[in-house]
């Protein structure tokens, strides 16, 4: 989490519909990984993967890689909303 | 089926976010006793979703609740709203929705918590906070986009 905000910055949330906290806001720079902020959320949320499910980010109804930069993903944008995704891996 | 009062009235805080997330995605949320005359059941919604990379295709699914947000829903696709529920065509071809058998063997539907009493315990259990509804459509919206494969034949 970044503790100094910088213009350039994007605004970050991640809601989870099923947490009993409320969403997760920061503020991260365009380098950062998705897959940090999804750790991130993941903590605060309280929640870990097991081998019943993983948590990913989506963006816009899709899957995010954890791989993919905050910057292009939002691209011009300043503020970007996830909403995290308890992905069932057995069935 | 009728559910209580309690039932209803979550139901009816929680389904704002529902229909909002299924008309950003092209769909539509019904409930059944809204349907226009006097035989509906205020349990039972029909979720019209679209699958990302095929908009020109509609799978109507039938989400029945019973005790909400304390239990499970059944999930079925349709042939339309209040459509056939026994037409394995109506189903779409994603990993756990199985077709042939009209369920989704996932942690998240009353099927699938029959086909795996293991799944009532732990990590898998169904989840009570927040807004069940929504994660459930949610979760259906992102197999939508993510891994749809077609319709089932």
């Known amino acids: 989490m970044n503790t100094e905000q910088r213009s350039d910055d994007v605004q970050v949330k991640v809601t989870f519909p099923i947490s009993q906290h409320g969403p997760f806001q920061s503020d991260f720079s365009r380098e950062t ?7 991130e959320a993941m903590t605060h949320f309280e929640v870990q993967n097991d081998p019943s499910f993983t948590y990913e980010l989506a963006h816009d109804g899709h899957e995010v890689d954890p791989n993919a930069t905050i910057g292009s993903i939002a691209e011009q944008a300043r503020a970007l909303q996830f909403t995290l995704i308890k992905k069932i891996t057995q069935g | 089926m009728t559910i209580d009062k309690e039932s209803r009235l979550n139901l009816e805080t929680d389904e704002p976010e529902v229909a909002a997330l299924l008309v950003e995605h092209g769909g539509l949320l019904d409930r059944d006793d809204r349907l226009g005359d006097e035989t509906g059941d205020a349990a039972v919604y029909w979720a019209t979703m679209r699958p990302h990379w095929a908009p020109g295709e509609t799978y109507i699914a039938r989400i029945e609740w019973f005790a909400y947000p304390y239990e499970p829903p059944s999930i079925k696709f349709a042939t339309g709203v209040r459509g056939s529920l026994s ?37 898998t259990a169904w989840p009570t906070q927040g807004n069940p509804f929504l994660w459930v459509v949610f979760t259906m919206q992102i197999d939508f986009n993510d891994n749809y494969q077609g319709r089932a034949a």
């Not at chain 2, 918590?113 to 293991?118: D, I, Q």
């Open chain 1, 33 to 39: 990984l998705a897959g940090t902020v999804l750790g």
């Open chain 2, 87 to 123: 037409v394995t065509s109506a189903w779409p071809v994603i990993t756990g929705y199985r077709a042939a058998s009209f369920d989704i063997c996932k942690p998240m539907c009353r099927e699938g918590y029959v086909t795996h009493l293991e799944w009532k315990e732990g990590s």
